[in-house]
């Protein structure tokens, strides 16, 4: 099924003799067209001619472009320009450097630069952990990408991935109050990606790994973390997991049942379904199978096996149970998709257990679709925003490295995970509870400051923190 989405929207600038009747006809050709208009804005009037700026959103692109020819038929009607506003947002990159203090005189120049610098080098060289206080080190992250597994488009390299890491960038500065830098690499080699982000290590409190593929996006996180003394996390595989765990809290409560007694099937078994494996093993999850494209996931299984896989044949699956999604599903409570579109069919969700959970995060289309569900379905997420239920990862790692930051903590831990999945489930109290609201919005501002708080906690208690209390940032 097809949506509107301003990702797909357009501004058209019309040309037309002002007569009555002119701006109906032209409506009625772009609601012929299927197009979806927003914004009608009057540019100019001259000589009995407007100009008209008619903001239109599509399904797609190719649709955007059907939109503009229909108009382009109608007579006296001039298309003088056509705007993809989602390519002008990108115009000279999404983020930038400001500087925070003025620089207007001699005295602020003595003291911003040289020669009152050197005294401030010289008290880091003295004691190193001042670089969090008297360096940006103090509110910055690193987005590290090789461009390997970008979104859904896969390995387009550094050059393209880019406009995704802004993106990050943004979101951290936007929810978190974090300045963030994307740094995008020109090598897919796991070591000189290790040894290039210990070298930048430096100048950074944290370091975010980004669309790197798996497996390798594994080895690089865990080298980094025990080899750098700040935190690393690689968002699409522990972002998603925290999330998921943060909505299954809530989805548990709505359908009454608990974590230790609910029957799970993860589709997928690459970095994000690892991770949420582990994370829901390590909060009592018991009776879990986690599918790939060949079925099952058991010991003894020879086909198709990486590490990943070794750890999933080891501590999950405890009948070891052998079979495709569609006979491992059966009575299952939850399922949670990290796989590709349409890997679930209606028949398979019909054959889960009453009151049944269905994450389904492929995107940008879903295993299943909710409309395709079954009614024994109670609680269904996406990763979508045109659907109840986002499990979108901007509810993680602004909160969770906001916390991290406060406390200059050296890394991330199980408890700091499961922290921050506790948070984002509190925003939303009991009573507010609903088959369709188990998750905050990405919109809700109380989302990042509860996740936050409870990171930074839980850091502190657990020993990761190099300050025994927050430091807020201003």
């Known amino acids: ?48 001619t407007l100009v008209r700026d008619i903001t239109v959103q599509a399904t797609d692109v190719e649709h955007g472009e059907r939109i503009v020819e229909k108009i382009n ?87 393209a991935a880019m406009p995704v890491m802004e993106g990050k960038a943004l979101l951290f500065k936007e929810f978190g109050g974090v300045d963030a830098f994307p740094i995008c ?56 997991a925290v999330v998921v765990l943060a909505a299954l809290k809530n989805a548990l409560k709505v359908v009454k049942k608990s974590m230790d007694e609910i029957e799970v099937v993860i589709n997928g078994a690459g970095a994000a379904g690892v991770a949420i494996a582990k994370l829901l093993t390590s909060v009592g999850v018991a009776n879990m199978v986690v599918c790939d494209s060949k079925g099952a996931i058991s010991r003894g299984r020879t086909e198709y096996v990486n590490p990943l896989k070794v750890w999933l044949a080891e501590h999950t699956n405890p009948q070891n149970r052998a079979g495709s999604l569609s006979e491992v599903i059966r009575g299952a ?19 889960m257990a009453d009151d049944a959970i269905v994450f389904a995060l492929a995107n940008p289309d879903p295993e299943i679709l909710p409309e395709h569900a079954s009614a024994n379905v109670k609680v269904m997420a996406t990763g979508r925003s045109d659907y109840p239920n986002q ?20 890394n991330i831990n199980e408890e700091i995970k ?10 939303i109290s009991e009573s507010d509870l609903h088959p369709d609201y188990i998750i905050p919005s990405v919109f809700d501002r109380r989302v990042s400051t509860a996740v936050a708080e409870q990171v930074s906690k839980v850091a502190v208690e657990t020993g990761v923190a190099r300050r025994g209390k927050p430091t807020p940032q201003a």
């Open 391 to 410: 499990i979108n990862n901007v509810l993680c790692f602004p909160g969770l490295f906001r916390g991290l930051l406060d406390v200059r903590a050296r």
């Open 333 to 351: 409570d939850l399922f949670v998709g990290v796989s590709v579109a349409g890997a679930l069919q209606t028949s398979d969700v019909e054959a």
């Open 1 to 48: 099924m097809s949506h509107y989405s301003p990702a797909y929207s357009i501004t058209v600038r019309l040309r037309y003799f002002d007569v009555p009747g002119a701006l109906g006809k032209i409506t009625s050709a772009i609601g012929d067209a299927g197009g979806y208009i927003g914004a009608v804005d009057i540019v100019n009037s001259l000589d009995g």
């Open 418 to 427: 499961i922290a921050a999945a506790d948070a984002i489930a509190s925003v």
């Open 185 to 240: 690499l020109q090598t897919q080699d796991v070591e000189e990606i290790i040894q290039t982000v210990k070298h930048l290590a430096p100048t950074f409190g944290g370091i975010n790994l980004e669309d790197i593929s798996s497996p390798r996006c594994v080895e690089i996180e865990e080298r980094l973390q025990e080899e750098i003394d700040i935190p690393v996390f690689h968002d699409d595989q522990h972002g998603t």
């Open 73 to 159: 038929t109608l007579d006296g009607v001039e298309v003088s320009n056509v705007s993809d506003r989602t390519f002008l947002m990108h115009l000279g990159g999404k983020i930038e450097v400001v500087s925070k203090v003025p620089v207007k005189t001699r005295d602020d120049l003595s003291m911003a630069y040289t020669p009152g610098v050197a005294r401030v080098c010289k008290a880091i060289e003295a004691d190193p952990d001042a670089s969090f206080n008297l360096t940006i080190r103090r509110n910055t992250v690193a987005v590290v990408s090789d461009g390997s597994a970008v979104l859904g488009l896969g390995n387009i390299g550094p050059l």
